[in-house]
């Protein structure tokens, strides 16, 4: 439920109407925008009385949000999120942002190697897992911490921020003490305790869709890490379980302007996970811009047919080069721009 204020309201109708939610058992979010403040109802579990909010002061409306997500929707809050990162860096707004780097972190000098690439090539943000969700429990689990300890020093030396996986709430803190961006990975996009962690957290979270979850569900998920208070949720299509496989996942790119639609949340799309195949990766990168993704999330190896996870997807760095030169001409050629590295900016 979203409360509507008058044009030119006080503070203190905005500070009575906060205290009559809050007195009636609910949280309340004020929204100053640029013609008149909102606050949303946060809890709403049918039983709310608008009759007592409807008659305060400075009270214009009050809007029901119909759809079962709310604060991430776009009846709640109809300005794009543009979550800002250090140095300068935003998702959401003109700027596209590519993320890339290997699945897992493997040794110091893969990952080193894999990040100078990256930022040599123009990515702004190196992706790798420490923490590894498998289908196998007999596969590379990730380096865990000395892997996060890794990130921190290929930060250092490229300046390139980090984008990595927590799997767990305990993993959660070990993450957040490294990452610029922590990941929610697709299998764990339904886990709740995970997700309401992540809402208490103060850094922006990569939430995936779930293999098999609907744009609805993804929603829903996202909803639980605002509702605990962190706005910085950015989403990924990452490509559904399919009937084919000639490709590993089916790659909804119509879920890009749907979201867009539906949510204020930026979205960022992943070829690699989307079709499994490192051949297949360009052209779907580059119609995920062209749909209107705010980033990309790349898997790149420097030697990919060594790498200890999802190699057949993982781009040669010549590869990733072209990858991202096909990308700049899509990016400018649909009025956006590519995201400067930090350093470049002024
Ligand atoms: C990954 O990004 O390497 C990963 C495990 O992705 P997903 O959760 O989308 O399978
Ligand atoms: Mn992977």
Not at 132 to 153: D, E, V
Not at 188 to 207: D, E, F, V
Not at 277 to 299: K, N, Q, T
Request: charged share 25%; aromatic share 4%.
């Amino acid at each position: 439920m979203l409360i509507v204020m008058r044009h030119g309201a006080l503070q203190q109708d905005v500070d009575r109407v906060v205290a009559t939610i809050e007195d009636m058992g609910y949280q309340a979010r004020p929204m100053p925008g640029k013609q008149r403040t909102t606050v949303g109802l946060v809890g709403n579990d049918g039983r709310v009385d608008s009759s007592r909010l409807e008659a305060l002061p400075g009270v214009q409306e009050i809007l029901h949000v119909t759809k079962p997500y709310k604060q991430v929707s776009r009846e709640w809050k109809p300005e794009s999120t543009v979550v800002r990162l250090p140095g300068g860096l935003t998702i959401g707004g003109d700027d596209v942002i590519v993320m890339a780097g290997p699945c897992s972190v493997e040794s110091e000098r893969q990952i080193l190697d894999a990040a100078r690439a990256v930022r040599d090539a123009g990515a702004t943000v190196l992706r790798a897992g420490a923490f590894k969700p498998r289908s196998s429990p007999y596969s590379f689990q990730g380096l865990g911490r000395a892997g996060l300890k890794l990130l921190a020093r290929a930060r250092e030396e490229t300046g390139l921020l980090i984008v990595t996986e927590a799997m767990d709430a305990e993993g959660l803190d070990l993450v957040l003490a490294v990452a610029d961006i922590v990941q929610i990975g697709a299998r764990n996009m339904q886990n709740y305790s995970l997700l309401k962690h992540a809402g208490r957290a103060r850094k922006p979270i990569l939430l995936k869709r779930g293999l098999s979850a609907t744009i609805t569900e993804l929603l829903l998920s996202a909803e639980y890490i605002l509702a605990e208070g962190n706005p910085d949720v950015i989403l990924c299509e990452r490509g559904v379980r399919g009937f084919d496989t000639t490709t590993r996942n089916l790659f909804d790119l119509s879920a890009i302007p749907v979201v867009h639609g539906l949510s204020h949340l930026p979205i960022v799309a992943d070829p690699s996970h989307g079709t499994g195949h490192r051949d297949m990766v360009i052209p779907m990168a580059r119609a995920a811009v062209a749909a209107g993704a705010d980033g990309l999330l790349v898997e790149v190896h420097p030697t990919p047919d060594r790498a200890l996870s999802d190699g057949a997807q993982s781009l040669y760095p010549e590869q990733f080069d072209r990858l991202m030169r096909e990308t700049r001409i899509i990016v400018e050629a649909i009025g956006r721009r590519l995201a400067e590295p930090v350093g470049a900016r002024a």
